[in-house]
């Protein structure tokens, strides 16, 4: 069906070429016409298809002679031939769905048109589910094709919303050069990623001068499948069969979850999404499906590759969407690591659960999840768990195997990515951490993935009482350490260190690559966080004004580098000294509260005489290594600093009664520096094991 609908399309594209060759001549009398099919003077009348194929004829070549005449083409005289040759193919999709030759073998609802769209800076139509924090930071900067109901109008679209857009499309003329192309495509694919929370991968397509790539965008890799010389008749039926195909095939062939729905709503619930999770029954096999609601992304999917991780905050009734309930954590893992999460997670749980929470101090401070599994979709009528494998079963050289998961995690209320102010951000922290230290010295838990989206706060009557959730790539201490999700940002020195190696990479076989993670791995993570919120805002809504990939940035945007080699070196040379960590990271950061915990964190963690430093030379032993042996005594500081640091947020938030007047103080500079007793790393201590339990008495 879909080949025979574009053989008629490519016959009539080139009937129509031949025709308008001739009676233009070499005149080039189409840059008269609108492309739409709207033209000036005496030719308003013309048939649309006549004029789509009269803008097309210098940039497919059928107006040359010879080769000779095939001269370079600007770039902003390709966009209007090629969304010519888009309107060209989807006129002839409508027609063939709506004529006889269709009747019960296509259903229309399963159909669409791809149009081209002028711009996409609005949500014109309010049906977009922006990230928090996010209006258009993302918007797009390029032309892209959407997808439209079949009753739309052949037209270029004026805007879209970005939940339809099928492909981004990206410019340029033989002078730019076909790698600068592809990294303006890149760019823009990743902000595809970030405002389509349903999206799985993307296509791409690149018009270089008269020849046109197209590109599949998955979680690890870039595909190019097909080159196509619009000059050439095969070229054009290429194309054309590409257009045709999505116009007519499901939509997660497009690349869209079927398992994430968008529902526009009413005018009182506005837009939201249905998420599916899936539950096995280990005794019959069978699959259940729960479907949840939600409203809000609180984190969406930040970069081109890896796993995705998306986070929503769902309920389980579309009237219940102002009241979530649950987290869902959607994220494509590696599958050598992801098989034995399901269990990892229930042992973590069993053991916070049996012992701290029948505590009075730690009760309620940890979120477990309540759901955790892979997602299933239909192929052939069978559900099959979702995997690289399976959605990308057509595509070749895929680098690493994963696995879609969605996990459902107890919602506590507030990120510490979206807090109002520092003095919410330490208290959260200082409580997270105290009741993570709990967790260690009771059931030897290690939590491995910490980041400003593990942390959370809520309100209670008593002010707010800061809790930790994620606990899906929790190990336990001497146990087997699995690795968490490939983002760089807030990952341990040591961590990297394992990732490059386990990459191929020889780092002159350091000892410490192999030991096992240590709860001060943990603490090293929430410095980076500290410092990361500190430097480029504490919400999102500050994080979007200075963006991790922007050229001239603080130093620390390397932490975020997809090469652990490099995110791990300079951690190591921020970290090695106070003048280093001080130049390089506390300079640049704008929060002073966040500043001055970063700096009692970083001279406790890292510049300790007996094993003062981070950086690894030949003649030394790797001091991250001769740090564990002080780990106790470290823990205690740390614990020290962070309820030093707790008791003077509390009294910043009593003392100014609002978020907004804490705000300005701080940003006024007038906020007083008071001298802290935090006792330092080298001064006497109780016997490090006893002083360590003793803080984290339940």
Same mark, same amino acid.
């Given at each position: 069906m879909a080949r025979e609908l574009a053989e008629n399309a490519a016959v009539d594209l080139e009937a129509r070429l031949s025709e308008a060759a001739y009676r233009q001549g070499r005149s080039h009398k189409s840059r008269g016409l609108s492309y739409a099919g709207g033209a000036q003077g005496e030719e308003r009348d013309i048939d649309p298809l006549d004029a789509w194929a009269i803008e097309m004829l210098e940039w497919t070549g059928s107006h040359a002679s010879d080769d000779s005449e095939l001269h370079d083409l600007k770039a902003y005289y390709i966009t209007p031939c090629s969304d010519a040759l888009l309107l060209f193919v989807a006129h002839h999709v409508k027609a063939y769905i709506g004529g006889d030759r269709a009747t019960g073998v296509l259903k229309p609802d399963n159909c669409r048109l791809i149009l081209p769209i002028a711009q996409n800076d609005t949500n014109s139509n309010n049906t977009d589910i922006y990230p928090d924090g996010c209006s258009d930071c993302?918007?797009?900067?390029?032309?892209? +094709?959407?997808?439209?109901p079949l009753g739309s109008s052949v037209e270029t679209q004026v805007a879209s919303a970005h939940h339809n857009i099928v492909a981004g499309i990206s410019v340029a003329a033989y002078s730019d050069g076909l790698e600068? @192309?592809?990294? %303006?495509?890149?760019?823009?694919?990743?902000?595809?990623?970030?405002n389509q929370h349903n999206r799985q991968f993307t296509w791409g397509l690149t018009f270089f001068s008269r020849i046109i790539h197209a590109y599949v965008f998955g979680p690890d890799d870039i595909w190019a499948p097909t080159e196509m010389d619009i000059t050439s008749a095969?070229?054009? !039926?290429?194309?054309?069969?590409?257009?045709? /195909?999505?116009?007519?095939?499901?939509?997660?062939r497009l690349g869209f979850d079927p398992s994430i729905r968008y529902v526009v709503g009413d005018i009182g619930s506005g837009p939201y999404l249905e998420i599916d999770v899936h539950e096995m029954d280990k005794s019959t096999g069978q699959v259940d499906k729960h479907t949840h609601y939600s409203k809000r992304c609180v984190?969406?999917?930040?970069?081109?590759?890896?796993?995705?991780?998306?986070? &929503?905050?769902?309920? #389980?009734?579309?009237?219940? %969407? /102002?009241?979530?309930?649950? !987290?869902?954590k959607d994220l494509w893992t590696i599958s050598n690591s992801g098989s034995t999460n399901d269990t990892r997670e229930s042992l973590v749980n069993t053991a916070l659960q049996g012992v701290l929470d029948k505590s009075s101090k730690f009760g309620g401070r940890f979120l477990y999840s309540v759901g955790v599994g892979p997602v299933y979709i239909s192929q052939g009528?069978? %559900? @099959?768990?979702?995997?690289?494998?399976?959605?990308?079963?057509? !595509?070749?050289?895929?680098?690493?195997?994963?696995?879609?998961?969605? *996990?459902?995690?107890? =919602?506590?209320?507030?990120?510490?990515?979206?807090?109002?102010?520092?003095?919410?951000?330490?208290?959260?922290?200082?409580?997270?951490?105290?009741?993570?230290?709990?967790?260690?010295v009771k059931c030897k838990i290690i939590h491995g993935n910490l980041s400003d989206r593990a942390i959370q706060f809520k309100k209670t009557a008593d002010g707010i009482n800061g809790v930790l959730g994620e606990f899906d790539y929790a190990s336990f201490a001497g146990g087997r350490t699995v690795e968490a999700p490939e983002i760089m940002l807030f990952q341990p020195i040591r961590a990297l260190d394992r990732r490059a190696i386990a990459v191929g990479l020889n780092l002159d076989d350091r000892t410490y690559a192999e030991t096992q993670s240590k709860s001060l791995d943990d603490w090293e +993570? @929430? !410095?980076?966080?500290?410092?990361?919120?500190?430097?480029?805002g504490i919400n999102q809504e500050e994080r979007a004004r200075y963006p991790m990939g922007e050229p001239g940035y603080p130093p620390i945007k390397a =932490?975020?580098?997809?090469? $652990?080699?490099?995110?791990?070196? #300079?951690?190591?040379?921020?970290?090695?000294?106070?003048?280093? &960590?001080?130049?390089? @990271?506390?300079?640049? *950061?704008?929060?002073e509260p966040l500043r001055q915990l970063a700096v009692d964190m970083h001279r406790v963690l890292f510049l300790r005489p007996e094993c003062h430093g981070a950086m690894v030379s030949l003649e030394r032993v790797d001091p991250l290594v001769l740090r564990d042996a002080y780990e106790d005594d470290i823990v205690v500081e740390l614990l020290r600093v962070v309820e030093q640091h707790k008791k003077e947020a509390l009294v910043t938030l009593r003392t100014t009664g609002s978020t907004t007047a804490v705000r300005?103080?701080?940003? $006024?500079?007038?906020?007083k520096k008071r001298k802290r007793k935090v006792v330092s790393a080298t001064s006497p201590t109780m016997t490090r094991s006893r002083a360590r339990r003793s803080l984290s008495k339940v």
């Open positions: 993302k918007a797009f900067a390029h032309v892209e +094709c959407g997808m439209f600068r @192309v592809v990294q %303006l495509l890149a760019a823009n694919t990743m902000a595809l990623f970030y095969g070229g054009r !039926l290429a194309f054309i069969s590409l257009l045709v /195909d999505w116009s007519l095939s499901s939509v997660d984190g969406a999917a930040d970069h081109l590759f890896g796993c995705h991780s998306r986070y &929503f905050v769902a309920s #389980t009734s579309p009237e219940r %969407l /102002d009241a979530p309930e649950f !987290l869902i009528g069978t %559900l @099959v768990a979702d995997s690289t494998d399976s959605s990308f079963k057509e !595509l070749l050289d895929i680098s690493h195997s994963r696995q879609h998961k969605r *996990m459902v995690f107890q =919602w506590a209320g507030t990120m510490i990515s979206a807090a109002a102010n520092p003095s919410q951000v330490i208290i959260a922290i200082a409580d997270a951490m105290t009741a993570l230290n709990a967790a260690y +993570c @929430v !410095l980076y966080i500290i410092c990361v919120l500190g430097t480029f =932490w975020n580098s997809s090469n $652990a080699f490099v995110a791990s070196e #300079t951690k190591r040379s921020h970290m090695n000294s106070a003048r280093r &960590f001080y130049t390089n @990271v506390a300079k640049k *950061m704008n929060e300005a103080e701080q940003s $006024a500079g007038t906020m």
